[in-house]
Each structure stands twice: as C-alpha cells, then as structure tokens.
C-alpha cells in the first residue's frame, strides 16, 4: 500500500508513477463530493469516479492499469472532502498483489 500525497485544495492535477506505470491522477470537487479521473501512459482508465470511503475507484478490470486506489478516512466513515485530505482523508494505492490479498 501506497499513501498518494494530497494538498487540501478543491481540485488537483499531478503526475506519479506507480508499479511502472505513468498516472496522470485529478482529484476534483463538484458540490459537496470528491472525483477522480485516472489516465495511465495516455489512456483514460477512469472519468468522474465518485471517491467514497473505502471503496474502489476503479470498478471495472482493465488490462491497461495494475492495482487500485481507495479512499480512508481515518477518524470515522465519511466520504472523503477536500478540506481535509491528507489531514483526515487518504488516498492509497494497492497493487495487483495486494489486491488478491484483500
């Protein structure tokens, strides 16, 4: 498990590799909810997922992208807001291996 460093800010945009694999990840805030769009080498994987504690952003297999994020919210079961990311909110990544795990 990976942490993906945040800023409390309302909508991000940054660049990270992860197992190999170039991410361009935006984090965007639409009312009172959090999205993510995930682009890996070019190729969109994820458009306006919504971010929701302890779920899975990805929902769908692809053969293009290895592991996942999830959300944590580390002092209850809440939805992930921007004013609090990296502070109470976390995203993580997982790998293909820890996945199988879980």
Known sequence: ????PLSSVPSQ???M???????????????ERLYMNLAVNGIEIQNGAICINKVAIIQKPTNVFSGNFI??????ESDPKWNALDSRYYL???SADELKEI
């Open 1 to 4: 498990m990976l942490g993906v």
């Open 13 to 15: 945009s940054f660049q």
């Open 17 to 31: 590799v992860l197992d190999g694999q170039d991410c361009n990840i935006e984090i965007l805030t639409r009312g």
């Open 71 to 76: 959300f944590i919210d580390t002092l209850g």
């Open 92 to 94: 993580v990544y997982l």
